[in-house]
Nanobody, 115 residues
Framework: QVRLVESGGGSAQPGGSLRLSCAAS????????MGWYRQAPGKQRELVAT???????NYADSVKGRFTISRDDAWNTIYLQMNSLKPEDTAVYYC?????????WGQGTQVTVSS
């Protein structure tokens, strides 16, 4: 029933920008937080940024000052504005929604930063 669909991934040059979107459909009971995670080849999935009803926003040190997470008022969509992209930002980016009963994950979208 619940489906998270990410969009906006693709290729960019170092210093460029991309904006990721994650649209949630279906019924998610009491969204507590939403966030973005990423996984590079051969590495574990890591937190990029989160936004929560309690606690506000949180960013990984590696993206702080460059990435911005935001949401719509209904907590149905989250965005990740990525500026000043670096090659090390290359990864599959996943959207996550934390509901009261469980968490939901998107399918992931590839972001590639290279020159």
């Amino acid at each position: 029933q619940v489906r998270l669909v990410e969009s906006g991934g693709g290729s960019a040059q170092p210093g460029g920008s991309l904006r990721l979107s994650c649209a949630a459909s279906g019924s998610i009971f009491r969204v507590a937080a939403m966030g973005w995670y990423r996984q590079a080849p051969g590495k574990q999935r890591e937190l990029v940024a989160t936004i929560a009803r309690i606690g506000g926003t949180n960013y990984a040190d590696s993206v702080k000052g460059r990435f911005t997470i935001s949401r719509d008022d209904a907590w149905n969509t989250i965005y990740l504005q990525m500026n000043s992209l670096k090659p090390e930002d290359t990864a599959v980016y996943y959207c996550k929604v934390q509901g009261a009963l469980r968490e939901y994950w998107g399918q992931g979208t590839q972001v590639t930063v290279s020159s």
